[in-house]
C-alpha cells in the first residue's frame, strides 16, 4: 500500500497486494469507520475458470455516493452483480448487515438492495407501467399483490425519471434513453436502501444524463439513500461521488474523495491515458482533460 495525492488521504493498492484493504477501515478522508451496511471481502469472481476479480475488499459506505470507474473489462458490473447477488463468488464473501449474502433469503435482499444491471432485458411487449410495477415485487404478500404504497412508490418513481407519459408503451418500442429511464424508475419504484446502478447514464443525452444523477443525489441526500454506480465519465464521476472506487484488472487500485483520487497519474496507470486535471470551473472538482494518447515513448 502507498499514498500519493495532494492531500496524501488516498489509499491507493499495489496490484500484487489483496486483502491491503480493510473492510470498514477508512483513510483520515474516507467514511466513518464500520458504517457500512454492504461489505465485499476478499471477493474472488469467476466465470467458470477465469477469474475476473481477484481478492476485492470494499466495504460501501453507508448513505454516501459511490462511484465505480474502470477500464471496459476490468470487473465493474461483475463486481455489482456480485454485491446484488446476481453472480456467487468464488471466494470470499460479499456482507450484507454482517451476514453472507448467500445466507439470506431472496426476499430480504430484494428488499435492502436494488440492482439495475448494465444490459437489463425486459420481458416481450411489457408496457412502461407494468415494467416498473415490477420493481414493487419484494413488498408484495400473497394476500395483498397491490397497496396504496406500491401505487405512491411507481407513480413517484416515474414521475421522477420523467416516464409517467410513456405509461402505457410498450417498454420494446422506446428509444435506448427511454428504455434505460425506465429501468431507473423500476430500480427506484423498488424503494431500497441501498441501491446500485450500472451505468446508468448510457444512451442518455447530456440533460438527460444530468438529470438522472441529480435525481440519484437528491434520493441520497433526501433519503439516505446509499448509491454505489458504475460511470465511465470521469468528470462526471468526480462531481457526483462522494467515494470515488478506480479499478483495474479486477482490483481496486485507488479509492477516497474524488478531489483526491482522480490524480493525473490515477487516469495515466488506470486507463493508460496522458491527461491534464484541472478544477472544474463549475464544482471545483477534478476535471480530466484528456491529453496526447499514450505512448511509452512520449516520456509521460
Ligand atoms: N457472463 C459472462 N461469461 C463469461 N465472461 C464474462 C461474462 N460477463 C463478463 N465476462 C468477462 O468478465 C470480464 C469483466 O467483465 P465486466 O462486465 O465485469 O467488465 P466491466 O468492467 O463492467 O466492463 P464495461 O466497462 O465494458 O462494462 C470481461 O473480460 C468479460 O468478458
Ligand atoms: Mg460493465
Known amino acids: 500500500?502507498?499514498?500519493?495525492?495532494?492531500?496524501?488521504?488516498?489509499?491507493?493498492?499495489?496490484?500484487s497486494g489483496p486483502g491491503a484493504v480493510e473492510p470498514g477501515a477508512s483513510g483520515p478522508g474516507g467514511v466513518t469507520p464500520g458504517a457500512s451496511r454492504l461489505v465485499a471481502r476478499a471477493l474472488t469472481l469467476a466465470y467458470?475458470?477465469?477469474?475476473?476479480?481477484?481478492?476485492?475488499?470494499?466495504?460501501?459506505?453507508?448513505?454516501?455516493?459511490?462511484?465505480?470507474?474502470?477500464?471496459?473489462?476490468?470487473?465493474?458490473?461483475?463486481?455489482?452483480?456480485?454485491?446484488?447477488?446476481?453472480?456467487?463468488?468464488?471466494?470470499?464473501?460479499?456482507?450484507?448487515?454482517?451476514?453472507?449474502?448467500?445466507?439470506i433469503p431472496t426476499r430480504r435482499i430484494a428488499r435492502a438492495i436494488g440492482l439495475l444491471p448494465q444490459s437489463p432485458s425486459a420481458p416481450e411487449a411489457i408496457t412502461v407501467a407494468d415494467l416498473v410495477a415490477r420493481g414493487r415485487q419484494p413488498h408484495q404478500r400473497w394476500w395483498q399483490q397491490w397497496s396504496d404504497d406500491d401505487e405512491r412508490a411507481v407513480t413517484d418513481a416515474m414521475a421522477r425519471?420523467?416516464?409517467?407519459?410513456?405509461?402505457?408503451?410498450?417498454?420494446?418500442?422506446?428509444?435506448?434513453?427511454?428504455?434505460q429511464r425506465v429501468w431507473i424508475a423500476m430500480a427506484l419504484a423498488q424503494e431500497t436502501e441501498l441501491l446500485l446502478l450500472d451505468e446508468p447514464t448510457t444512451f442518455l443525452d447530456i440533460a438527460?444524463?444530468?438529470?438522472?444523477?441529480?435525481?440519484?443525489?437528491?434520493?441520497?441526500?433526501?433519503?439516505?439513500?446509499?448509491?454505489?454506480i458504475v460511470l465511465h465519465d470521469l468528470n462526471q464521476a468526480a462531481r457526483y461521488a462522494d467515494h470515488l472506487i478506480a479499478m483495474k484488472a479486477g482490483r481496486i487500485v485507488a479509492e477516497g474523495p474524488p478531489g483526491e483520487v482522480?490524480?493525473?497519474?490515477?487516469?495515466?496507470?488506470?486507463?493508460?491515458?496522458?491527461?491534464?486535471?484541472?478544477?472544474?470551473?463549475?464544482?471545483?472538482?477534478?476535471?480530466?482533460?484528456?491529453?496526447?494518447p499514450y505512448r511509452p515513448e512520449s516520456g509521460f
Open 161 to 179: 425519471t420523467d416516464v409517467t407519459a410513456l405509461a402505457d408503451r410498450p417498454v420494446d418500442e422506446l428509444s435506448g434513453g427511454q428504455r
Open 48 to 103: 467458470e475458470d477465469r477469474t475476473v476479480v481477484d481478492g476485492l475488499d470494499l466495504a460501501v459506505p453507508d448513505g454516501r455516493v459511490s462511484v465505480i470507474v474502470g477500464p471496459n473489462a476490468c470487473g465493474k458490473s461483475t463486481t455489482l452483480r456480485a454485491l446484488g447477488r446476481l453472480l456467487r463468488p468464488k471466494g470470499g464473501s460479499v456482507l450484507l448487515d454482517g451476514a453472507e449474502l448467500a445466507k
Open 208 to 228: 438527460h444524463q444530468v438529470e438522472v444523477l441529480d435525481l440519484v443525489r437528491r434520493l441520497n441526500h433526501e433519503r439516505a439513500r446509499t448509491v454505489v
Open 262 to 292: 482522480v490524480t493525473a497519474e490515477l487516469v495515466r496507470e488506470v486507463f493508460g491515458l496522458a491527461a491534464v486535471v484541472i478544477p472544474d470551473p463549475v464544482t471545483g472538482s477534478p476535471l480530466v482533460v484528456p491529453g496526447m
Open 1 to 15: 500500500m502507498r499514498e500519493h495525492g495532494a492531500g496524501g488521504e488516498v489509499r491507493t493498492y499495489e496490484a
